[in-house]
């Protein structure tokens, strides 16, 4: 079954699209890759996207809009894919499309998540029938509904002897633990976001800039810049990174608000831009490894890394020196661009979707017992296929 995985991250910058051949069921499962392309979003309406973000902002008709605008984005993304990987829509049975993430609240009396990118705009303009809304079935099992790569990490990478933490940077840092299959049955993973990973970064960058640059590009400011122990303590002593998992994060804690104060207390501090970039940088590196000492039941064996993240590298090589001596490498080496991971993610969450498969792992994400995840609308090809 050839099938396309959507996703945009909390960063916002686009959308990775990924044609992923599958073929079996757990636990031999084949995959391959057949394309990836990354669709950025124009500059205007990643403002516009980054601003809906910020409650204040955010209003009823604004979301309103953006969800038919964002699906319309992410119908193009899976288009583009498909012409990449050589295939005409006909022979693309699925789409799973994660869909931008605008809010997400896992905690309190009403557990929620809210991701737009109208899965109908999708169907309709692609003909394909298309699974979205992944995550909101967890969240109502009792589950965090993140991270739900975690699924997906233990089904592709386990290695039969040796413990691999799977860590992804996007706009959040997210870890999976995975034990050596061949530990025994009470050797579970687990998976949670370890705190900021680009995002912080990105904004400071864009602060430094007057707007002009949407990241640090190579780590360029960042490698001028020094670290501000002081700042740097300040940031680690954040409440979030000592909670014990299941716990997720995202822009509700780190986003607008905690970067604009970020920024005011390094202008009280008397911090260059670049010193500010600097330790930022290094907050994600270090917020990383405590996560590690403080969380993971044990270091793992080697660090495979993937995300937007993972093309920065003075945050790869300050977080090889943080993590030393355990290697860290690329998903790459194990056949998986990095920038890809997360859409080809959930291209196979969508697959075990439409076979009736549960997706999530609630060692994970706290759930209560595994589900079956996303809604199905259908395409054109549905009446011809007859369904999952």
Known sequence: MNVVGLMSGTSADGVDAVVVQIEGAPPALRWRLRAHVHTPYEPAFRREVLAAMVPEQGTVDRL???????????????????????????????????????????????????????????????????????????????????????????????????????QNIGGIANVTFLPARDAGSAAAPLAFDTGPGNMLIDD??????????????????????????GLLAELLAHPYLHRPPPKTTGREEFGTDFSA?????????????????????????????????????????????????????VLVHWLQQELAPVPVRLSDDLGLPAEAKEAAAFAILAYETWHGRPGNLPEATGARHPVVLGQITPGRSWPRRGGP
């Open 64 to 166: 309103c809009r953006l969800n038919v605008e964002l699906g319309l984005a992410f119908a193009r993304a899976a288009q583009r894919a498909i012409a990449a990987a050589g295939l005409r829509p006909e022979e693309v049975e699925l789409i799973g499309s994660h869909g931008q993430t605008f809010w997400h609240a896992p905690a309190g009396p009403y557990p929620s998540t809210l991701q737009l990118g109208e899965a109908a705009v999708i169907a309709e303009e692609t003909g394909i029938t298309t699974v979205s809304n992944l995550r909101a079935r967890d969240c109502a099992a009792g589950g965090q509904g993140a991270p739900l790569v975690a699924y997906v990490d233990w089904l592709l990478f386990s290695h039969p002897t040796q413990a691999r933490a799977l």
């Open 204 to 229: 400071a960058a864009r602060r430094a800039t007057d707007g002009h640059a949407p990241c640090d590009r190579n780590g360029a400011m960042a490698a001028r810049g020094h670290i501000h122990e």
């Open 261 to 313: 104060r970020v920024w005011e207390r390094a202008r009280a501090l008397g911090l260059a831009p670049e010193d500010l970039i600097a330790t930022v940088t290094a907050f994600t590196a270090r917020s990383i490894a405590l996560a590690y000492r403080e969380h993971l039941p044990a270091m793992p064996a080697e660090v495979i890394l993937s995300g937007g993240g993972v093309r920065n590298p």
